[in-house]
């Protein structure tokens, strides 16, 4: 499966921002998907997973309650809302498929990795 991320930009602190990835070719429904980011200088770090219904999702506790995954199986995309955004959650932002059709947080249990997209976040 391709994995192909959009949706970042340059942004103050407090706005939003909302990352979008399309899926193609391969099996997508059957899968967990999940954001990761790589901030300036630092390893990658776990953002958020959705399972394959979109019923359950897990979220890094530095963004719960101002980000939101969510999915749509028919397109097969996979969405990153962000809210109230802050200058640490400048980094690139990369969307990536499960091994599994659970939620995960770990590099290791993810296949599929897009391109990444930069979210930049002034002060």
């Known amino acids: 499966v391709q994995l192909q991320a959009s949706g970042g930009g340059l942004v103050q602190a407090g706005g939003s921002l909302r990352l979008s990835c399309a899926a193609s070719?391969?099996?997508?429904?059957?899968?967990?998907m999940g954001w990761f980011r790589q901030p300036p200088g630092k390893e990658r770090e776990f953002v958020a997973a959705?399972?394959?219904?979109?019923?359950?999702?897990k979220y890094a506790d530095s963004v719960k309650g101002r980000f939101t995954i969510s999915r749509d199986n028919a397109k097969k995309m996979v969405y990153l809302q962000m809210n109230s955004l802050k200058p640490e959650d400048t980094a690139v932002y990369y969307c990536t498929r499960s091994r599994t059709g659970g939620v995960v947080a770990t590099t290791a249990q993810y296949d599929f990795w897009g391109q990444g997209t930069l979210v930049t976040v002034s002060s």
């Open positions: 959705i399972t394959w219904s979109g019923f359950s999702t």
């Open positions: 070719e391969g099996t997508f429904r059957d899968y967990g």
